[in-house]
């Protein structure tokens, strides 16, 4: 196939974040820091983090799973491949 005739296409997505919800008052309790600071330079005002030892290809599967709808496979069909 000539490089000017490849396309590629963004046919889903599929993401996850961890249930466990850290607010920048939270944060406060760990680190020397405080909401106001944290908020006027990064604008965040809440973070996800995963419960410790979680690896991040256990994050990556259940995204992946979203993308592909809980299927095992993409949705596609073959005749896709052969466009």
Not at 11 to 18: A, E, F, I
Not at 51 to 73: D, I, N, Q
């Amino acid at each position: 196939m000539p490089r000017a005739n490849r396309r590629a296409r963004i046919t889903s997505l599929g993401r996850y974040v961890p249930e466990r919800v850290v607010t920048n008052a939270d944060l406060e309790k760990i680190v020397n820091t405080n909401d106001e600071w944290i908020r006027t330079r990064t604008g965040i005002e809440q973070r996800r983090w995963a419960e410790p030892g979680t690896p991040t290809s256990e994050l990556a599967t259940k995204a992946v799973r979203e993308c592909l709808g809980g299927s095992t496979r993409p949705s596609w069909t073959s005749s896709w491949w052969r466009r």
